[in-house]
């Protein structure tokens, strides 16, 4: 047995670590399994998907034997909330159980953190829709004052789609970067050296794959000196990755730049160019784009995922694509007139270059090797091109440099290579391990499958939810 399996073992063993740090700690056989397998991967270098069910204590398996191995480590989570229950709660936990002098830090995309940049502009000229968003913005301007992280979780009550968080957090595109005047003190920065110091960083599928398509969070820095990478809830990986390996244009985005445009314009150069007119045109072609993709459907509700041949061939798509590029065009010519007054007008000129070839792209045929749909929502419409699976991008990864690779979920396929996850991720040669519930579901649970039931993703569901548990209970 290897020095890192030893000490796994011990920290798992009645009367080990665990157990002296909470009183309610119970051994499973499970979890010491899937940890001595983390264990040996991690002491291999080599890839590992493990499968546990619910109640075999996967996250303390797979983080155990990462922070007593001693090795620089990033795990990634499905969401925001799961990176901020590990680094809140079991890692604190953890490391203190196991007495280990670990740094941890969080990473999440920059969408999560307060741009001070753009809080300064958004007090001096957001045309701000109602007075709910005038008090969220008061209320985020206090909070700036006192908060050290700037990760607007941690404002209680932030509803999460607020017309006031595209104002006050920045994009790729329109971060001024080292020209920022706040670059100094700006949050975006700060959690990156953070996450470059330390020895664990928590980050998110999404936020993994975008920093490979677009280099922009931090992550790709940090990889090639990590010797354990980990995705947890690895059954999300595949989505998040085709999602964000692929090239989108959202109506969305077109119209945030053209709000974009007519604040810098107005405050820096303001009569040099024809802000309004430019501005109206780029926010009305991106509306008639939404429209053109709602097509015959008369109302959206909660998220729709179209086929692409469903619209492209219509006439009224394709000249909303055209009108797209037309004003995007346009307002490029107008921001690169002026772009020594400002630096916000190299940027915005960047991102109008950028709406003009996504709108060319969508405009022809799909790439070959790639797919294309619509995703629309009462507010917007996304077109996406995307790769089919990740197995090139994790390949292209887990070349670049050898460390140990864990993959692990409660569902990863039906089969003891479970090929369902390792097929589509590229995992053909990976170690499988595949760990049971130690928990007796049929003495102990019942399946209820209620018909008439409001779909996942539509607004009366997690009414809907609420309303049966409590007549089931
Ligand atoms: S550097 Fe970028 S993210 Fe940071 S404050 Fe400036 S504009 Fe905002």
């Given amino acids: 047995m290897t020095p890192l399996r030893e000490d796994v073992a011990q920290a798992f063993a009645p009367g080990g670590a665990l157990a002296q740090a909470d009183d309610r700690y ?81 990473l999440k995309g920059r969408a999560s953190y307060l741009c001070l940049h ?8 957001a ?63 700060k959690a990156r050296r953070d ?11 999404h936020l993994f794959f975008a920093d490979m398509a677009l280099r922009d969070s931090g992550v790709a820095e940090l990889l090639p000196s990590v010797e354990v990478a980990v995705f947890d809830e690895a059954h999300q990986l595949a989505e998040a990755g085709v999602q964000f390996l692929g090239t989108t244009l959202g109506s969305a985005q077109v119209i945030d730049f053209a709000r974009d445009m007519l604040g810098a314009g107005l405050q820096h150069a303001r009569g040099l160019v024809s802000w309004q007119d430019m501005a109206s045109a780029c926010d009305r072609a991106a509306r008639d784009l939404r429209l053109a993709a709602v097509g015959a459907l008369r109302e959206v509700r909660g998220s729709l995922k179209l086929r692409w041949e469903e619209r492209a061939e219509q006439a009224g798509f394709a000249k909303a694509l055209q009108e ?32 003009v070839r996504q709108a060319g792209l969508f405009s022809g045929s ?49 089969d003891e290579r479970l090929s369902w996850f390792t097929e589509s991720a590229g995992l053909d040669d990976a170690t499988t391990l595949r760990v049971g519930s130690p928990f007796d579901y049929p003495a ?21 939810v609420a309303t049966l548990a409590a007549r089931c209970a």
Avoid at 31 to 56: C, H, K, N, Y
Avoid at 119 to 124: D, P, T, Y
Wanted: hydrophobic share 45%.
């Fill in 26 to 106: 119970t051994e499973r056989e499970v979890q010491q399994r899937m940890a001595q397998e983390v264990a040996a991967a991690i002491d291999e270098r080599r890839a590992l998907v493990a499968e546990a069910g619910t109640g075999v204590g996967k996250t303390f398996a797979y983080l155990v034997p990462t922070l007593l191995s001693g090795k620089r480590a990033l795990v990634s989570t499905a969401t925001k909330n799961l990176q901020d229950q590990l680094f809140m709660r079991d890692l604190p936990r953890l490391r203190d159980a196991l007495q280990l002098p670990v740094t941890l830090a969080l």
């Fill in 366 to 414: 799909v790439t070959p090797g790639r797919v294309r749909w619509i995703d629309l929502s009462p507010h917007q419409a996304r077109l996406v091109e995307s790769p089919l699976d990740i197995r090139d991008a994790l390949r292209e990864q887990m070349a670049a440099a050898p460390k140990a690779w864990i993959f692990t979920s409660a569902t990863l396929g039906d």
């Fill in 118 to 125: 753009r809080l300064s502009l958004a007090r001096h000229s």
């Fill in 195 to 205: 996450a470059m110091a330390a020895d664990l960083v928590v980050v998110n599928h």
């Fill in 127 to 189: 045309e701000l829709p109602d007075r709910w968003a005038v008090r969220t913005l008061a209320k985020i301007e206090v909070w700036a004052r006192a908060t050290k992280s700037g990760d607007l979780a941690e404002l209680e009550g932030l509803d999460e789609r607020s017309s006031v968080i595209p104002l006050v957090t920045s994009t790729r595109e329109n971060c001024l970067g080292s020209e920022c005047p706040e670059y100094r003190d700006c949050h975006v920065m």
């Fill in 444 to 464: 102990h649970a019942r399946l209820y499958i209620p018909t008439g039931f409001p779909k996942p993703n539509e607004p009366g569901h997690p009414g809907a």
């Fill in 324 to 355: 797209i590029a037309a004003a995007c065009d346009c307002a490029k010519l107008g921001l690169e007139s002026v772009d020594e007054l400002a630096p916000d007008f190299a940027k915005l000129a960047e991102r109008a270059a950028q709406f």
